[in-house]
């Protein structure tokens, strides 16, 4: 994905590892030493290095290779995590096969989904891959809030690197354009990126979920278990196979 590949080289100074993603996903799925979790959008993978060192098997998959390939440089000597260019929506083909026993897809990932048959696609793939009463953990931006408050953006990222702009725009089709500009100060240059994503309502996502074999599901406004209120910015889910 061109938008992706474009701010590869500035991801972690736009989103740095999250220590709050790790404790809120041990939080979820108990003690994580042994435990084969599948990251989908895992970027520069730094929240699948943060559960490797807990003591997880880890597989971590994105669509930009460019942000796999860093991902890759990011393993230290002696040290391991598997990451690889996939496809959230080709889960059960990935070669060689991974079994997880936890998915975690956070950072705003599963709204590339536009179509309900893709989010259905994904969420039955997800369903067939864990065992019972396995997690599925989600992050996504909170879109009632976005959509019932007419929210225009989400604040810049400012840092002595860059600064990192967020827009959005309705379009006519239901769809959200993300438009972004990301200010290199190192490099005195723009770049400059629209991307657009599916404002998947916190009521359809949860439909969608019980319909595909998901249930015990617990909505957040925080990885550190906040509620999820009305001016939530995230939605943070935790989504049980039954």
Not at 28 to 57: F, M, V, Y
Not at 134 to 155: F, R, S
């Amino acid at each position: 994905m061109a938008f992706y590949e474009s701010i590869a080289p500035w991801y972690d100074h736009i989103f740095p590892a999250t220590p709050a993603q790790l404790s809120f996903t041990e939080t979820i799925c108990g003690p994580l030493r042994g435990k084969k979790i599948l990251d989908i959008g895992c970027g520069t993978g730094n929240l699948s290095l943060l559960l490797s060192a807990a003591g997880a098997e880890v597989c971590g998959i994105d669509l930009d290779p460019e942000m796999i390939a860093r991902a890759r440089q990011k393993v230290a000597p002696g040290k391991h995590a598997d990451f690889r260019v996939g496809n959230m929506l080709e889960l059960e083909h990935l070669e060689p096969p991974f079994r997880p026993e936890a998915v975690v897809c956070y950072g705003n990932t599963l709204v590339h989904l536009h179509q309900d048959h893709e989010l259905t696609s994904f969420f039955q793939q997800v369903h067939r891959l864990l065992p019972r009463r396995a997690y599925l953990l989600l992050q996504l931006i909170h879109y009632n809030h976005i959509l019932d408050h007419q929210v225009q953006g989400l604040p810049s990222i400012d840092n002595e690197h860059l600064l990192f702009e967020r827009r959005y725009r309705l379009m006519d089709n239901g769809l959200l354009a993300f438009d972004t500009t990301l200010h290199v100060k190192s490099e005195n240059r723009e770049i400059q990126n629209s991307v657009l994503l599916n404002p998947l309502r916190k009521e359809h996502l949860e439909e969608l979920l019980l319909k595909n074999g998901f249930g015990a599901l617990q909505f957040f406004g925080d990885f550190k278990g906040g509620p999820l209120l009305a001016n939530s910015t995230p939605l943070v889910l935790a989504a049980q196979k039954i």
